[in-house]
């Protein structure tokens, strides 16, 4: 009898195992299911944010485009100008310099009128 209660008890004892052994694989399964999902779950959030950052990267870009333009734009009227300023300072040095070489009074009095419009002239492109 005391045999019989032994062999009982280890039967017993084989079958926890195995139940035991039984709830380890389903919630390694579980495990496994459930890491699947949050990485997927995180994949999905990821990419979600980097669509995110994508489409806030070319916004900026084409702000950054937009302004480089308007700069660059502002820097060539600003360029053209003092090229015309320069160009007709230039030509009323020469007008000065040819006036200086003349002798007859009446004469350099028309060129000093001349001279006098075309300074004021300049003064409007400065």
Not at 34 to 40: A, L, P
Not at 51 to 58: C, T
Not at 90 to 98: C, I, M, P, R
Request: net charge negative; glycine share 2%; charged share 25%.
């Amino acid at each position: 009898e005391t045999l019989q209660r032994i062999v009982s008890t280890l039967a017993n004892k084989n079958d926890e195992i195995h139940n035991f052994i039984d709830m380890l694989n389903h919630t390694i399964k579980n495990v496994q299911v459930n890491s699947s999902n949050v990485i997927s779950e995180l994949d999905e959030e990821f990419d979600g944010l980097y669509s995110i950052l994508d489409e806030m990267k070319g916004s900026m870009a084409n702000t950054i485009q937009q302004e480089e333009a308007h700069k660059i734009q502002a820097l060539q009227d600003q360029l053209s100008q003092c090229s015309n300023a320069l160009e007709s300072s230039e030509e009323l040095l020469e007008l000065a310099a040819q006036s200086l070489d003349i002798k007859d009074p009446e004469e350099f009095l028309k060129v000093e009128n001349i001279e006098w419009m075309y300074a004021k002239q300049m003064l409007v492109f400065v």
